[in-house]
Nanobody, 123 residues
Framework: QVQLVESGGGLVQAGGSLRLSCAAS????????VGWFRQAPGKEHEFVAA????????YYAESVKGRFTISRDNAKNTVYLQMNSLKPEDTALYLC????????????????WGQGTQVTVSS
C-alpha cells in the first residue's frame, strides 16, 4: 500500500514558477513508476508527466514540455514537479499517482493517487 500527499500548490501570476512535491509512504515506493496528472473544473484527468522507478524513462504532455520537469528522490520517497513559465491554462488540481505496472501516459497504469494540490495561474 502506498499513500501519496501532494503539496506546493498555490496562486501565481502568469510566467511564474511553482514546485510541487508528492510525499509517499511505503517501503516499495522506489520500485514504482510515478506520474502527475491534472484536472480542471468540468474536465477529465489530463496527463502531465511521468517518470519510471529508475528515472531512466520520462514522458511529458506536449502542453508542458520544456516548461515542467518531473524528478524523484527515492531516498526521501518524494516526487517533484517543477513548473516554470506558468500559463493561465495550467490552472487545475494537480494529482500525484504511483503504480507498479510500468510508466506511461495512461491513468489506468497507476494504482495509488493523492488528493491533489490546487494550482491557480492568474493572467
Amino acid at each position: 500500500q502506498v499513500q501519496l500527499v501532494e503539496s506546493g500548490g498555490g496562486l501565481v501570476q502568469a510566467g511564474g514558477s511553482l514546485r510541487l512535491s508528492c510525499a509517499a509512504s511505503g517501503r516499495t515506493f522506489s520500485s514504482y513508476a510515478v506520474g502527475w496528472f491534472r484536472q480542471a473544473p468540468g474536465k477529465e484527468h489530463e496527463f502531465v508527466a511521468a517518470l519510471s522507478w529508475s528515472g531512466a524513462t520520462i514522458y511529458y504532455a506536449e502542453s508542458v514540455k520544456g516548461r515542467f520537469t518531473i524528478s524523484r528522490d527515492n531516498a526521501k520517497n518524494t516526487v517533484y514537479l517543477q513548473m516554470n513559465s506558468l500559463k493561465p491554462e495550467d490552472t487545475a488540481l494537480y494529482l500525484c499517482a504511483a503504480g507498479s505496472r510500468g510508466v506511461g501516459r495512461g491513468s489506468g497504469l497507476y494504482d495509488y493517487w493523492g488528493q491533489g494540490t490546487q494550482v491557480t495561474v492568474s493572467s
